[in-house]
């Protein structure tokens, strides 16, 4: 079963656009997003074996790291870029955000949401950080190094004069009440589409 943020992508995106993946893996998703909408798609990653692995299932990847800047990409090149959970492992995530909405018509962002009740009870109640089926990694072997939270990624977008069309923060398969009212505080996981604006 696909990552909810992933099907939530793919609605967001419409048919027979081009698509930019940002830390694409395997090309598992853009394979399904070719089938599903059509779509031109080109993704980007940095670990051979998922640049191989995405090869393999006939996905466009060249291999480049994000963090070093996306300079080779000319504006308004692609209808959507995409980075789905992977802003908490980048090194610069305010720099990506704003190359992703120069090089794209819009982008979807998607992140886990350190903000989340589960995670403020573990920490607040047992002192460690949280390890969850989300967030499966120790504090000493996780890939995320800056850790966002729903309100914190409305500011900066905010700051860097970025508007968001939509949203959707959930937890699970689809949103629920608690998810409408507070969504910082019981939402696990974010999706954005933005643009500049």
């Known amino acids: 079963m696909m990552r909810y943020d992933l099907t939530r992508i793919m609605d967001w995106v419409p048919r027979a656009s081009r698509v930019l993946d940002l830390g694409c893996g395997d090309g598992e998703f853009l394979a399904q997003l070719q089938t599903a909408r059509d779509v031109e798609a080109l993704g980007i990653e ?5 640049i191989t692995a995405a090869a393999r299932r006939g996905i466009s990847v060249i291999q480049q790291d994000m963090d070093r800047g996306l300079d080779n990409f ?3 090149s692609f209808d959507i870029v995409v980075l789905a959970h992977a802003l908490q492992v980048l ?3 305010h720099s990506v955000l704003e ?3 120069r090089i794209g018509k819009e982008a979807i962002v998607t992140f886990p949401n350190f903000g989340h009740w589960r995670c403020r009870l573990h920490l607040g109640l047992l ?3 949280p390890v969850s089926r989300l967030l499966p990694f120790e504090w000493y072997d996780t890939p995320n190094i800056h850790f966002c939270t729903v309100t914190d990624f409305e500011a900066l977008c905010g700051q860097m004069n970025i508007a968001i069309l939509d949203q959707d923060i959930v937890t699970g398969p689809r949103a629920t009440i608690l998810n409408s009212l507070a969504p910082n505080l019981f939402g696990s996981t974010a999706i954005f589409r933005i643009c500049k604006q």
């Open 127 to 129: 002192g460690r950080m």
């Open 99 to 101: 190359e992703m909405v």
């Open 91 to 93: 090194h610069r995530p």
């Open 74 to 76: 000319p504006n308004q």
């Open 46 to 50: 940095l670990d051979i074996n998922n």
